[in-house]
């Protein structure tokens, strides 16, 4: 039971390139949501699908899209990166059904756009 | 989602009880308090939650005042590896709350 796990670990990218950060999660949650971390500062809410087929802007959505590809993966993506992006990314799960509920995190993406 | 206060910084000696303060002054009778923390660069690790009454597990004792209105985590004997940023955070019903991260406590244990 790996719980959420993140690809790549790091990566760089030039100012205009696209890539796509991978999150997959083996706990049969329902909920996934993409965090964004810059230095210094707490977690900021990207986008975030509470079930499988939704997806929902959080605070911080612009130049960013997502994709629910099935129930155990949430990916994002950013279509053209910016050096504002460069970041470090979270993705976490949750059952969606318990009140209260729970959220687990994966170890994190280390963006850096130059 | 309420909003939540903490202080930004904290320090304590190894062994002693360390106790971080939070407020949430406009929490719903719905909403729920919980904490996580974050070591280092890692993602955040969940601590422990509760609704009005006290809650204590094998990391940490929450302590939620009367009106709701604040709450005290406390880690009994804090060690070295307990330095880290510490979130109060303030929710509902997770399918369609969003959680929302202050700034958090930065908790330094010193030796």
């Known amino acids: 039971n790996a719980g959420v796990t993140q690809t790549p670990k790091f990566q760089v990218l030039k100012t205009g390139q696209s890539m796509t950060l991978q999150c997959a999660q083996d706990?049969?949650?329902?909920?996934m949501y993409w965090y964004r971390q810059d230095p210094g500062m707490g977690l900021r809410l990207i986008y975030y699908s509470a079930s499988e087929g939704t997806t929902d802007k959080g605070e911080v959505p612009n130049g960013y899209n997502v994709s629910r590809l099935n129930k155990r993966e949430f990916s994002l993506r950013l279509e053209s990166a910016a050096p504002s992006q460069t970041s470090v990314y979270f993705c976490?799960?949750?059952?969606?059904?318990?009140?209260?509920?729970?959220?687990?995190f994966g170890p994190g993406t280390r963006l850096t756009v130059l | 989602d309420a909003k939540t206060t903490q202080p930004p910084s904290m320090d304590c000696a190894e062994g002693r009880a360390a106790n971080l303060p939070c407020n949430h002054s406009t929490i719903s009778g719905n909403e729920y308090v919980y904490w996580y923390r974050q070591i280092h660069s890692q993602g955040p690790q969940y601590i422990i939650h509760?609704?009005?009454n006290n809650e204590t597990n094998e990391m940490a004792s929450l302590i939620i005042t009367e009106d709701r209105k604040s709450s005290t985590l406390i880690l009994p004997h804090a060690t070295l590896r307990d330095t880290a940023v510490y979130y109060c955070?303030?929710?509902?019903?997770?399918?369609?709350?969003?959680?929302?991260f202050g700034s958090g406590t930065r908790l330094s244990i010193r030796p």
């Open positions: 976490a799960s949750c059952t969606g059904t318990r009140n209260p509920d729970t959220q687990y």
């Open positions: 706990m049969n949650h329902n909920s």
């Open positions: 509760g609704l009005k």
């Open positions: 955070i303030v929710t509902g019903y997770s399918s369609a709350s969003k959680i929302i």
